[in-house]
């Protein structure tokens, strides 16, 4: 039995638990949970199918407004649906997945990828032009929206790292391309033997997949996002409630923006500082990479810097910088001046609440002798609440 063979019966069990498997296993991804208050989960809150409209929606933007967002728009090609149903799935963990209970008119549409962060944020077959009323969970034979709570989806599970629209006659071709390629001497699994030849053109991104040369039936192959999940797709509906678009969402893309949240967080608090203290910050990093220590001090004493005022070239605070680069006597002087020790929230990473010494600590590269005992005695009197002298801070 070939790797594509063994894969497809693990799908096959998959789909045989029923269709709460993509809704129970969504939970386990964040970056598909909703549903909370602050802290506190929402106990039973009811499914909100409008809770992804933003993201969604931004495959209807202009190319700049997608790339002031920092998404890119890339065509794949047309995908021939002749019989007008459609299949998303991982093509290698779940090929016989049902096609969605919605179909669509018999036609060639065209598949468009969104990159964002480096990878496939969204992946969309377009049916017509014009803009949706309003956006659907696309469903399998045995899902119920009622079903489902806040933050709950369902989606398809991926285990290869892949995505894909087809069509039951492309599954059927890829099927046989497998069944002629077991016969071969020496063949592997499907992926390594097929599918990765044709996506080597795209760093093994995304391919319009033609199983075989004497048919006409193909797939729309794309990685996956951050890669291995559950993936819900939507229908973008018209007022009539003809479908216009049908939409994957690979969790990459957040409030309708791809650019990375720290990046948009750093933007933000660049933003709220006048002309004059975006120069001074500048000036500051400039001295501060120069152990100009006069210079630092100097705009220090005078309140036009304060340690957590953000440098735009660093995309990181002064108090930061004099850490990551390792500049003992900055960071002294930077404490001095009331450097909290609680890093800000567009420098931390995850849920956990960070340390600028923690910080320090965790650096692949260990810090200096010098620096490390600057950060001992900043922990013994220093306060994480301790707030900078003079500049207000955004």
């Not at 030849?197 to 795209?202: A, F, G, Q, T, Y």
């Not at 203290?277 to 705009?299: H, I, P, W």
Request: aromatic residues 8%.
């Amino acid at each position: 039995m070939s790797d594509l063979s063994r894969r497809t019966v693990l799908g096959l069990a998959a789909a045989a638990v029923g269709a709460g498997l993509a809704a129970s296993l969504a939970k386990l991804f964040p970056w598909q949970r909703a549903g909370r208050d602050g802290d506190q989960p929402v106990a039973d809150a009811p499914y909100d199918a409008r809770a992804n409209d933003a993201n969604l929606s931004v495959t209807g933007l202009t190319d700049d407004a997608l790339l002031a967002r920092g998404i890119t728009r890339m065509a794949l090609g047309a995908l021939p649906l002749p019989g007008g149903a459609v299949i998303a799935a991982d093509p290698l963990v779940q090929p016989d997945r049902q096609p969605f209970t919605r179909r669509v008119a018999p036609g060639d549409y065209p598949v468009t990828l969104y990159r964002a962060q480096h990878r496939v944020a969204l992946a969309e077959l377009r049916f017509a032009d014009g803009t949706p009323a309003r956006w659907e969970l696309a469903l399998v034979p045995g899902q119920d929206v009622a079903t489902l709570k806040a933050g709950e989806i369902f989606g398809y599970p991926v285990d290869a790292g892949l995505g894909c629209f087809m069509d039951p006659a492309a599954r059927a071709a890829m099927e046989r391309r497998d069944a002629q390629e077991q016969k071969r001497s020496g063949y592997s699994n499907y992926y390594d033997d097929v599918l990765a030849d044709d996506l080597k053109d795209s760093n093994l991104n995304w391919v319009m997949h033609r199983p075989l040369p004497d048919d006409p039936a193909r797939i729309a192959v794309f990685s996956s996002g951050w890669g291995d999940g559950v993936y819900a797709s939507y229908w973008g509906l018209d007022v009539a409630g003809r479908p216009l678009r049908l939409v994957t969402d690979f969790g990459i893309i957040e409030n309708g923006d791809g650019r990375d949240p720290r990046h948009i967080a750093v933007a933000a608090a660049l933003a709220a500082l006048s002309p004059e203290q975006r120069r001074d910050s500048e000036r500051g990093y400039a001295a501060l990479k120069a152990d100009d220590l006069a210079t630092v001090s100097a705009l220090l004493d005078a309140g036009r810097i304060v340690p957590e005022t953000p440098i735009e070239e660093a995309e990181g605070t002064f108090t930061f910088e004099a850490i990551r680069l390792d500049k003992p006597e900055a960071l002294e002087r930077l404490v001095r001046h009331g450097a909290p020790t609680l890093m800000p929230p567009y420098l931390q990473i995850g849920d956990e609440r960070k340390t600028y010494p923690a910080y320090a600590r965790d650096l692949t590269a260990p810090r200096s002798p010098q620096l490390l005992a600057v950060i001992a005695a900043w922990e013994r009197t220093g306060s994480p609440d301790t707030p900078s002298r003079g500049q207000t801070q955004p």
